[in-house]
Every structure is written in structure tokens, then in C-alpha cells.
């Protein structure tokens, strides 16, 4: 049985303005970042932001008074966004003591406002899909453009993401510097909801090629030690949290998005160890974003660093 939810103690948590910024537009996946920012809020005690974005209306053959008609629907239709997102989070704390929370309401242009709102933010908290995305689409362009440009974890949350409480959370570590400052994060997420934190390693990006007389084992075996030293300084620092390790030969997405299914919350860095130098995204952030049906965070190597 779990232990009951801890809270991280108030002088290791960094201040953040903004606490945690939830990207909001009325779409179903915007309702359940909303619920899922509400209950980590009360788990850290930080306040939300609500902030509505939208892309000011320029129409090359509109007169005055036209921009003027558009610019007062868009106001208009950003208030009742705003209000639904109230409601949405009030019904999500219910009666529990909630911390603060203000809406904010920007007309500009939207991936680049968000981007730069998380600068001074703790998470940022997007739905998977708004209301202009394509049935078919995973990930729409907002979440896909704040996976690149935030400046602090992003969270990807899907309409229907529902996960037991006492279920584990999920961290894929590969020994990056994201991967690094994701472990951080997901020791801090596992402690927090008092569960068990599974670690999923995979030692070769590929698979096994057939080579004679080439004992694998021994490459396992080194990594399994490798990553018990990595993570022994983290278990030390939050000693009540259990750690299982899966290691997995190939295709790290697939086995973290396998692992996913019984989970509560996947956290991942953002760029991996076959990143180059200059790319933001990974594929196996990206794809694990995409695909899990758990709440996913995407931390970038320099989000998590304690203030």
C-alpha cells in the first residue's frame, strides 16, 4: 500500500512567480491540464496561473471598425474561456484547502507568450490537442512548439488521462543532461504522491546485433551498475521512495510508453544522449509525449536546476 502524499520541504523548492502556468482555449485537453495543474498544486502549495492566449486577427481587407469588432469577440471569447477554466479548477480542488490562483489573458501571438511566461514558471501545463487541432494529430502545433521553446518542464496532458493514485511514476533515464535533471524532477513527482518510482534504462538504442561469440550480458551487467550509481545519490535524498529499474535492450520510447500503461506520470528529458548539440526535442521525448495515456513531462537539461 502507498504511503500517504508528501510534500517536498519549502527551503529545497525553487520561487517561481507564476507558479504553475496552464495554457487554457476551452478544448477538452485544456480542461484536463487544468485538473491535473489544481491537484499538483495543492501537492507543492504554489499558485496557478490560468492564461488564455490568443493570436491577434489581422485581416488585410478589414476597416477599422472591423479589427475593432474582432479584437472585442476575441476579448470576449477569452473571458468565457477563462471563466470555464475557474470552474473547471474550482471542481477539481473541491474542498481542499487550494493555493492561489489568477487568469491572465494575452492577445499575441501564442507558442512565443507561452514560451516566455514559463521563464518564470515551475511547469508549464498544456493539453495534448486545442481546438483547432486535427482529430488525427497527437500533439497539436502549441504543445508541439512549447515541447521546443519552454523554459522550464512542460506537461502534456491528454483528455482522458486518468491514472490510480497509488500507481508508480514512470522515468526514462539514459544519462543525458536532461535525462539528469529529469530524474530530479521525477524523484521530487514520485515523493510527493508517496509511490514507487520505476526507472526505465535501455542500454542499447538498438538491437542486438548477432556477432559470434559477443557476451551482451556483460554489456547489461555494466549498464545496470552504471545507472545504480547514477541514481544512488537520488535515493539517498529521498530515501522513502522505492525505486525499481527495468532495464530494456532497444527502442526506449516503446518500452517507456509500455511502462506508461500502469502508471500515473511519465517523466522524460527532453534530448537524449543521440541528441546533437543543437536539437531541443528528442525523438523519444517527442514519441513518448505523443503516445503515453499518463500526464507526460518533458524537462530540458537546465529546467530543474534548485535556486
Keep these: 500500500m502507498s504511503s500517504p502524499e508528501k510534500s517536498i520541504p519549502e527551503e529545497s523548492s525553487p520561487q517561481h512567480h507564476l ?3 496552464v495554457a487554457v482555449d476551452g478544448s477538452p485537453g485544456s480542461d484536463a491540464a487544468v485538473t491535473w495543474a489544481a491537484s499538483e498544486a495543492v501537492r507543492r502549495a504554489v499558485p496557478v496561473t490560468l492564461m488564455s492566449v490568443s493570436a491577434p486577427v489581422i485581416a488585410t481587407w478589414s476597416t477599422p471598425n472591423d479589427a475593432s469588432t474582432i479584437a472585442k469577440a476575441q476579448q470576449d ?3 468565457d474561456i477563462l471563466g470555464h477554466a475557474e470552474q473547471t479548477f474550482a471542481a477539481a480542488v473541491g474542498g481542499t484547502h487550494a493555493p492561489g490562483v ?6 499575441s ?3 512565443g507568450t507561452l514560451a516566455e511566461a514559463s521563464r518564470q514558471a515551475l511547469l508549464l501545463v498544456v493539453g495534448n490537442r486545442g481546438t483547432g487541432g486535427h482529430s488525427r494529430l497527437p500533439l497539436g502545433s502549441v504543445a508541439a512548439g512549447l515541447l521546443h521553446h519552454a523554459r522550464c518542464p512542460v506537461v ?10 497509488s500507481a508508480p511514476v514512470v522515468l526514462g533515464v539514459d544519462g543525458s543532461t536532461s535525462s539528469d535533471a529529469a530524474t530530479e524532477l521525477a524523484f521530487e513527482e514520485a515523493a510527493l504522491r508517496g509511490v514507487e518510482l520505476i526507472a526505465v534504462h535501455a542500454w542499447s538504442d538498438v538491437g542486438l546485433l548477432p556477432l559470434y561469440g559477443t557476451d551482451w550480458q556483460i554489456f547489461e551487467d555494466q549498464a545496470r551498475s552504471a545507472l545504480a550509481d547514477r541514481l544512488a545519490d537520488w ?7 522505492r525505486v525499481q529499474v527495468r532495464l530494456v535492450q532497444d527502442r526506449p520510447a516503446h518500452w517507456i510508453t509500455e511502462e ?3 502508471a500515473q506520470l511519465v517523466v522524460v528529458g527532453s534530448r537524449g544522449r543521440g541528441g546533437f548539440a543543437g536539437l531541443v526535442l ?7 509525449a505523443q503516445l503515453s495515456t499518463v500526464p507526460v513531462i518533458v524537462v530540458r537539461g537546465t529546467d530543474h536546476q534548485r535556486q
Design 19 to 21: 507558479g504553475i502556468v
Design 77 to 79: 471569447s477569452s473571458h
Design 102 to 107: 489568477r487568469s491572465e489573458s494575452r492577445p
Design 109 to 111: 501571438p501564442v507558442v
Design 156 to 165: 502534456v496532458v491528454h483528455p482522458g488521462d486518468a491514472a490510480d493514485s
Design 235 to 241: 535515493q539517498r535524498r529521498f530515501p522513502d521512495v
Design 260 to 262: 506508461a500503461r500502469n
Design 282 to 288: 528528442g525523438s523519444v521525448a517527442s514519441t513518448v
